[in-house]
């Protein structure tokens, strides 16, 4: 069957409008949310490029609708370090067990988000370093597990980053990671005319989501955010965990 005529069904439809209102309202979860049913419909090695194109379509709709929020001068560490770590993080696809490190950082997602949830948190004094050190290793697992969002969701959750500083700046840095990626990716053939299609078509189901998840974090208190982030995060080290095990 065509995947052309596949991905507008219901169940891909559904899925991309459920990842993008996550997305709009945490700034994070879209891969996490849509990737287990894009599978369904298309190759793994189609998968991975188009969610790097909704991915940043919907992440840059965030940042325009949060720009105020923008500090770019406070972490502008966390900017230029993600995009050497993601270099650096490809190359550690043919040195290490995938598996193995995806597993690592399921753990360390789950058992750091709920000790951020039960309140064991501590505010790193040394801000600027600190988010230099994140940027590096969220972007080195970005680049060779595709999970470069804990890391930085974690770091920023216990400095208790404002909800909208953290949405706009955290949506700016996955905006960063995916505009550098995208060479490498038309380079290898990834990204091709069909993609691009298949990217358009989901455009306004996307952008529908992305806009309800803008207008629902308005609504949400700044605690309540908090707890659905690290509940996120939870999630996906979950799913990581299960990844490694080869049980998904």
């Not at 490029?49 to 966390?78: A, D, M, Q, Y």
């Not at 993601?86 to 995806?102: F, N, R, Y």
């Not at 040394?126 to 969220?138: D, P, V």
């Not at 659905?228 to 990581?240: D, Q």
Request: contains cysteine.
């Amino acid at each position: 069957m065509n995947p052309l005529c596949s991905l507008p069904s219901l169940v891909g439809a559904c899925a991309i409008f459920t990842a993008s209102v996550i997305s709009g309202l945490t700034g994070m979860g879209f891969a996490l949310i849509s990737v287990p049913i894009l599978i369904l419909f298309l190759p793994p090695r189609s998968v991975v490029p188009l969610i790097l194109l909704l991915s940043g379509i919907s992440n840059l709709l965030v940042v325009l609708k949060t720009r105020k929020w923008l500090e770019p001068g406070r972490f502008l560490p966390l900017l230029v370090t993600g995009v050497i770590g993601a270099t650096l993080g490809t190359k550690l696809l043919v040195l290490v067990d995938t598996h193995s490190m995806t597993m690592a950082i399921g753990l360390v997602s789950v058992l750091s988000s709920l000790g951020l949830l039960l309140g064991l948190g501590r505010p790193v004094r040394r801000e600027q370093l600190g988010l230099a050190c994140t940027g590096l290793l969220s972007g080195m697992l970005g680049g060779s597990t595709s999970m470069s969002g804990p890391p930085v969701i974690l770091f920023l959750a216990n400095q208790a980053v404002e909800k909208q500083v953290l949405r706009a700046n955290i949506t700016l840095y996955f905006v960063v990671l995916s505009v550098s990626a995208l060479p490498s990716q038309i380079a290898s053939n990834l990204i091709g005319e069909h993609l691009v299609t298949y990217a358009v078509v989901l455009l306004p189901v996307l952008t529908l989501g992305t806009l309800l998840g803008i207008k629902l974090s308005a609504k949400v208190e700044e605690e309540a955010f908090r707890k659905v982030v690290l509940s996120v995060v939870t999630v996906a080290g979950v799913t990581a965990i299960a990844s490694g095990l080869q049980v998904l």
